[in-house]
């Protein structure tokens, strides 16, 4: 008999294709059974730091450091007066030509002032004797000189307190007085009797005098001319004046007022327009790096003021712009000029070298932040630096000299 085999029996004992052959997971298997990881995001990268501090724009700390004069200006309305104080200067100088009664003068500074919107520097030249931009409203007054010979220290101080006083009521807070020069020489000389005296002793007793004497009617004084003007006989109003005296010969003369003002704590200084062999020859004392290094090198911390750019020592060889530049460059806090249509130009020509390198802002930002801080403002919101000048220190010594004999 003959074994007949069913495809049902042979399904049932034979391997599925399946079984021979095991079918590969699919791609959504495969999925399924991998762990799922999940990449973490990039790091945020930080956000920039925000700097401390935001100087004022370039521009307005260039103006800062300029003190100009207005010349024909009578009222805070004239074009002029309006230009230099929107600007942004940091302070007006007035002469006579500003100058025509109390109420007037008034008027003028505060209407500077309003416009201005910020603390401004009101200055003038009140030395008495014959520089007094304000006789007609002050009285005339002795000379330095003549006050020496004829009035104790204590008494000085008094004078010079009621002009302070009288400055004071007329809008003024800087006076660009008194004199420090060394001078016994003919009275209408180049600085002549505009100098207490040739002594550096008695120059020294009454310069403090004069300036305690401002500073207790509230206006800031100005010790004037460092290095010290009494060794040259030629007027910088009209050109070169020439010093060869060596740095000690100056120390043990000339330069002993200034030291005992320093370190009295007085709040300025002006350098003039002298050229001094032993420092930088060639350039005025007010252009002179090696003037300024002396300067501080003698503990000043206050404000640096030029003499007036326009004066025929620098003006004739240095245009506004490049005198503005190169004496900042040098160390000046403040660049004085007496003619504020060169305001804009000198504004310009800071920001200028700013922007090509020839000024460091660094100094430029220092020396606004202590004209700043000298018109009462902040120094650190105008240029992120704190300066703190120094303050005369009441009552201020003298020495035993009482009085000069008049040469």
Known sequence: MTAVVTTAALAG????????FP????????????????????????????????????????????????????????A??????????????????????????????????????????????????????????????????????????????????????QLRELGVDLDLAPLLDL?????????????????????GDYGLAFSAGLADAGVTPTVKHFPGHGRSTADTHAGAAVVDASVDELAATDLAPFQRAIDAGAPVVMLNHVQYEALDAGLPASLSPAAYDLLREMGFEGVAITD?????????RWDFPDAAVAAVAAGADAVLTTDGNQALRMRDALVAAVASGALPEDRLSEAAARVTALAGGDPVAMSCVDVVLPVLELPVPVSDATTDPVG
């Open 80 to 165: 002029l007066a309006q230009q230099v104080v929107d600007l942004g200067v940091g302070g007006v100088f007035l002469s006579e030509s500003n100058i025509r009664s109390t109420t007037q003068v008034q008027t003028l500074t505060t209407g500077l002032r309003e416009r201005a919107g910020r603390p401004l520097l009101v200055s003038t030249d009140e030395e008495s004797g014959r520089v007094s931009t304000t006789r007609e409203l002050t009285g005339p007054g002795p000379s330095p000189r003549r006050m020496a010979a004829t009035e104790t220290p204590p008494e000085v101080r008094s004078r010079a307190a009621g002009i302070g006083a």
């Open 13 to 20: 004992c034979a391997p599925t294709v399946g079984e021979v």
């Open 23 to 78: 079918q590969a997971p699919s791609a959504v298997e495969k999925l399924a059974a991998t762990p799922l990881t999940v990449a973490a995001p990039p790091p945020t990268p930080p956000a920039p730091a925000e700097p401390e501090c935001v100087p004022a724009p370039l521009e307005r700390r260039a103006a800062a450091v300029l003190v100009v004069g207005l010349p024909g200006v009578v009222r805070p309305g004239d």
């Open 183 to 203: 001078d016994g020489g003919a009275a209408g000389g180049v600085v002549g009797d505009r100098s207490f005296s040739a002594d550096p002793a008695i120059a």
């Open 308 to 316: 007036s750019v326009g004066m025929g020592a620098v003006n004739m």
